[in-house]
């Protein structure tokens, strides 16, 4: 996959996430792509890592759609324990 499917991946991911977790969060489209991205890497890795199953170069592999999306989801959860009470 290119680096501009990642982003898109990313992107994706981090809306889900975000749509998962409703609430307000203190970034906009630019934290949501950089929390999806980082988020579907971090994804990867721990499916690689933990659950032995490598992430596929394929767009619209579910797995890799999995992995990201959790992946969004626990850097989520980190930046809005970090950051979330600092906008009121």
């Known amino acids: 996959m290119s680096v501009l499917g990642w982003i898109v991946l990313g992107l994706l991911a981090g809306a889900v996430a975000k ?22 890497s971090l994804g990867g890795w721990i499916s ?21 999306i959790g992946g969004s ?3 989520l959860i980190g930046y809005r ?3 979330g009470h600092s906008r009121r």
């Open 19 to 40: 749509l998962l977790l409703p609430g307000r969060d203190p970034g906009g489209l630019i934290i949501t792509t950089l929390l999806g991205v980082v988020g579907a």
């Open 48 to 68: 690689a890592e933990f659950f032995d199953r490598s992430i596929s170069k394929e767009f619209f592999d579910g797995p890799t759609w999995i992995a990201a």
């Open 81 to 83: 324990l970090l950051f």
């Open 73 to 75: 989801l626990v850097l």
